[in-house]
């Protein structure tokens, strides 16, 4: 019964990780399965990622941003086959703050609801659910940038905030030019008060 029990658990996890889609700390797992001991679902993520290294699979089954897993495909095969992924549904706003986001990372959440208003909060809480970036608490807010998920998906070789950045300029700058010249503004003012 007890086997049975921790095969269940396992293939359990395995699904969480494959319809989640983006990376799972073990706390969210933890929270969502109702397995309470984190220390098992650890070993059990860990099991799970050592089979499919042992299959030499497309899929992995690892680590990311420090305490977090996520069942995605090998880089090796990303690039292939991404053509056939399909694109997330987003609303305009969402694309639009999301590609304010990909311009200014790491940007202040804060910022971001000065230039796009209060429903930014709804496009940021979207596009995190979607794994397409990450919020680190930082200071009275958080700091929000682009995930692998968000390079993979936009066909970026990497997540590389400078290069999306280079990408997303020209978008940026003709749908809200006049509003990061004022932020930019506002920021210059901030760090270099006259006297």
Known sequence: MQIMGLLEDKALVEAALFVAGRPLSVKELSKALGIKSLDYLEKLIELIASEYAE???????TK????????QVKQEYSQRVIHLMPKPELTA???????LIAFLQPVEQSKIVK??????YEHIKRLLEMGLIYAEPYERTKLLGTTEKFAELYGFPENDPNLIREKFREV?????EDLVKKLEETEANRNNPTT
């Open 64 to 71: 990311v941003a420090g305490d977090k897993w996520v069942m």
């Open 93 to 99: 706003g969402e694309l639009k703050t999301l590609a």
């Open 115 to 120: 230039l796009r208003g209060s429903q930014a």
């Open 55 to 61: 299959r030499k699979s497309a899929i992995e089954v």
């Open 172 to 176: 940026i700058h003709a749908e809200y």
